[in-house]
């Protein structure tokens, strides 16, 4: 009785109409979750264009405040960076008033006769104790300007950041969130002066947005998030550009933690509504499927059964013969017969098409590499040099014109060659694109002709070029005073290079042909 029970449930549960209620309600669970996450997603877009737009304004209102003063910003961001160290600032300060007063009273008496407006007075001018005051007065002012900004705007922090490139620093020069100094000059949770020159390292990796708006120069369409002691919030850069100089980052975040959970529960709400009326029309949708197609396909179900149990063909024509009307059941089964009749074909052409496939990538990769590596140093060769010229010239067009081309040429080649031998002369090529590799390691290599090596100057390898050359000549030199060493042993080199100068070179070519100059 118990076995009967146990029977009678496995078979309803493994019934079609049972598998079909689960399947829509999986579907019907899909739906909810898609739809749920576009909503949500297309609320966060919204919203977060709307966040962007504000964000923005902000930035670009203190910009505009600090190109107003112009050279005065300036000098004070210069004396910042070299000073702040030395300076005490009152934390509590809630006005720059009085530090305007004291900078007007030691300029009264060193020049009594001079104008008393900060921007009538030239910097370079003043004395060491002038200057500190006038740094005191401006910092005070941008500070408060900053803080106000930020209350006006209804904004959780406002900042301004001077980059370190080569540390991956940013500077909070002017910090919205004020810290305490304590009296041996470090960060502390009570003092009686503002702890200035805040640094933190940043890395460009986990913080792109920050350092591309740095790099370009440009406001990016997008915000860095954060995510910490002051809570979840947006961060959006305005590059601050004076007289075509930049000079740091204005940084305004906006908190997106209430936003966000109010946007979610508008989106479980409407979830539910969905779920609600997708219910009822599933339910009926499946009484209908049940009563009209779930009978025929019972009878498909048991014809498949049979023949995966015998794999005869003949199951085919029993098929055809049960299934003989138009509607899309009847044609599944004819199908499904057919499909049994070329199975055995297909898989046999399948198998013989994948081999084919196989065999032609393999070829496809194999002349790729030959197309585009050299040989003999196994370095890419003169055409995908031609393909690296290609992305320089569109960098150029962009406006990323930092880069340049070294030309590294061997000396006596074809004395090696006559001399010892061919073999000799590629022994000495490989031993020279050794060193090119090695002390151009963070630079792509190329060998441009027979016996001269190309170096694409980037980032580290463009500003450092002058050290690299002194670099690889040492190593020539080196070299040649070693012993035990043949003659095709002891290479040298001409080395040359030219770098992109706008007053020089109309484009790409013309770089590449004072670095060919440079090597003959």
Not at 88 to 105: N, T
Not at 406 to 428: C, P
């Amino acid at each position: 009785m118990f076995m009967e029970k146990k029977k009678r449930a496995f078979r309803e549960t493994d019934s079609l109409r049972f598998k079909f209620s689960v399947i829509f309600a999986v579907f019907s669970i899909c739906i909810l979750i898609f739809t749920g996450i576009a909503i949500y997603t297309n609320q966060m877009k919204s919203y977060k264009k709307l966040c962007l737009e504000h964000v923005r304004n902000v930035g670009l209102y203190l910009e505009k405040l600090i190109q107003n003063s112009g050279e005065e910003f300036i000098n004070y961001q210069n004396y910042y960076m070299e000073h702040f160290a030395e300076v005490d600032i009152p934390y509590d300060f809630d006005e720059y008033g009085s530090a305007y007063m004291d900078f007007q009273v030691l300029v009264a008496n060193s020049d009594p006769e001079h104008l008393s407006k900060p921007s009538d007075i030239r910097f370079a001018n003043l004395s060491d104790e002038e200057k500190k005051a006038y740094f005191i007065y401006w910092h005070e002012y941008w500070l408060l300007t900053f803080e106000h900004a930020r209350k006006a705007f209804d904004l959780p922090y406002t900042y301004y950041l001077v980059p370190k490139e080569e540390e991956s620093i940013m500077v909070y020069m002017i910090d919205g969130e004020r810290t305490h100094k304590s009296p041996d000059g470090k960060k502390a949770e009570e003092g009686e002066y503002l702890y200035l020159g805040d640094e933190y390292i940043n890395p460009p990796s986990r913080y792109p947005v920050q350092w591309n708006t740095w790099f370009t120069g440009k406001m990016q369409d997008d915000f860095q998030v954060w995510d910490n002691e002051w809570g979840y919030t947006y961060a959006y850069y305005v590059p601050l550009i004076i007289n075509g100089q930049k000079y740091g980052l204005i940084g305004t975040e906006i908190n997106v933690d209430k936003i966000n959970k109010t946007i979610l529960n508008n989106t479980l709400w409407q979830s539910g509504v969905m779920a609600i009326g997708l219910t009822i029309l599933l339910i009926l949708l499946l009484l209908l499927i049940s009563q009209r197609y779930i009978r025929k396909i019972l009878l498909l179900e048991s014809q498949v059964r049979k023949f995966s149990i015998e794999k005869d063909l003949k199951i085919t024509y029993e098929i055809k013969s049960n299934f003989r009307g138009w509607n899309e059941i009847d044609l599944l089964g004819k199908q499904f017969a057919d499909m049994i009749q070329e199975l055995e074909k297909y898989m046999r052409n399948l198998l013989a098409t994948n081999k084919e496939l196989i065999d032609a990538k393999q070829q496809a990769r194999i002349m790729n590499e030959l197309a585009y590596k050299d040989s003999l140093t196994g370095i890419r060769n003169k055409n995908s040099f031609d393909s690296e010229m290609l992305r320089i010239k569109e960098q150029a067009m962009g406006g990323k014109d930092d880069f340049g081309f070294g030309l590294i040429k061997l000396k006596n080649l074809k004395r090696t060659n006559e001399n010892f031998g061919q073999d000799r002369g590629n022994i000495a090529i490989k031993s020279l694109c050794e060193i090119v590799c090695e002390v151009f390691k963070h630079s792509p290599v190329f060998r441009f002709d027979e016996d001269i090596f190309a170096v694409v100057l980037e980032n580290s390898d463009y500003r450092n070029i002058e050290q690299l050359v002194r670099i690889i000549n040492e190593e020539f030199e080196s070299l040649k005073s070693l012993k035990g060493l043949d003659p095709w042993e002891r290479v040298s080199a001409t080395v040359g290079y030219a770098l992109y100068d706008e007053k020089l070179d109309s484009g790409v070519q013309d770089v590449l042909e004072r670095a060919q100059q440079a090597v003959k």
